[in-house]
Structures are given as structure tokens and as C-alpha cells.
């Protein structure tokens, strides 16, 4: 009987112990998977706008404003404080270039383009580190 209740504890410590750790792995990960999640958002309002074939359009040029105040934030939110990687750094600084050289006031055709170099510029930086 004594041997069943510690098992018994033990399980529910145990899983306790299992579930703090999985939240706390989360939370760790929520910042740089929300950027991600919105910058897929961005990036899918603006290929919708620019296939749409009105441009410049106020939905670019608002999608244009977020991702390059975004881009800014890859480097926090994906090195750790006082941690360095050459390559993720330069992944990092060829995705602010793409996005800077987005023009949004160009017209839909450019701007598909300069989209579509932004979407290879994700991928670059996925095939490595995501
Ligand atoms: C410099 C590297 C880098 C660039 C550039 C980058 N990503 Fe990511 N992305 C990552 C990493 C690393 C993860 C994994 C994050 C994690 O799970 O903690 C990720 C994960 C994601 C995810 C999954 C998020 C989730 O909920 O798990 C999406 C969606 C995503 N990225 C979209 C994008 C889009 C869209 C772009 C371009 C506009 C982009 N990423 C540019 C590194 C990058």
C-alpha cells in the first residue's frame, strides 16, 4: 500500500514537474514565433494586395511599415543576449536589405517581385535555423 501512494506521488510530481517545464519551454519561444506569425501575416496581406492589381495601395504601404519595424526586431528576439552566430547575424541583415528595398509605391508587378525575394529571404533563413 505504501509502495502504491509513492508511485502514485511520484506520477503526479512527476507530471507536474513535466508540465512547468513544457509552459516554461513555451514561453521562451513565444516571442520570436509571434514575430514570425505576424510577419506571415503581413507578407500574405501584401501578395493579396499586390496580385489584386491596385498600387500603390494603402495595405502595402502599411504592410511595408510593419516588416521593416519587425526585421528589427529578429536579431532580439532570436540571439540570446550576449550570444553571437555569424550566420543567422547575416541571414538577418539580408532580410532587412530585401525589405528596405521594397518600394511600395512601386507598381503591382515590382512589387510582386520585391514580395517574392522577401518570401526567399524567409525560406534562406528557415532552411538553416528554423
Ligand atoms: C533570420 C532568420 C529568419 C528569418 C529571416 C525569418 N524567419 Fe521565420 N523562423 C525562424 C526561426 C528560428 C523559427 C523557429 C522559431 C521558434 O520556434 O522558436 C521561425 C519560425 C517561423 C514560423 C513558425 C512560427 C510558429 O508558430 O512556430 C513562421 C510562420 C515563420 N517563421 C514565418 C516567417 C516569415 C513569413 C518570414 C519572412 C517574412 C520569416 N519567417 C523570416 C527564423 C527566421
Known amino acids: 500500500m505504501r509502495y502504491l501512494v509513492c508511485?502514485?506521488?511520484?506520477?503526479?510530481i512527476g507530471g507536474l514537474f513535466a508540465m512547468t517545464l513544457a509552459n516554461a519551454l513555451q514561453r521562451r519561444n513565444a516571442w520570436p514565433r509571434a514575430l514570425m506569425n505576424v510577419m506571415q501575416h503581413e507578407l500574405g496581406d501584401a501578395r493579396n494586395a499586390a496580385k489584386g492589381?491596385?498600387?500603390?495601395s494603402p495595405v502595402l504601404q502599411r504592410a511595408s511599415e510593419h516588416?521593416?519595424?519587425l526585421a528589427g526586431d529578429l536579431e532580439p528576439a532570436?540571439?540570446?543576449t550576449g550570444s553571437r552566430d555569424r550566420v543567422l547575424s547575416q541571414?538577418?541583415?539580408?532580410?532587412?536589405?530585401?525589405?528596405?528595398?521594397?518600394?511600395p509605391g512601386a507598381d503591382c508587378l515590382r512589387q510582386a517581385e520585391a514580395l517574392t525575394t522577401i518570401t526567399n529571404a524567409?525560406?534562406?533563413?528557415?532552411r538553416d535555423y528554423r
Open 122 to 126: 524567409c525560406e534562406a533563413c528557415h
Open 53 to 56: 492589381g491596385t498600387c500603390p
Open 78 to 80: 532570436l540571439l540570446a
Open 67 to 69: 516588416l521593416r519595424l
Open 7 to 12: 508511485l502514485v506521488v511520484g506520477a503526479v
Open 91 to 103: 541571414y538577418m541583415r539580408d532580410f532587412g536589405k530585401v525589405v528596405t528595398a521594397w518600394e
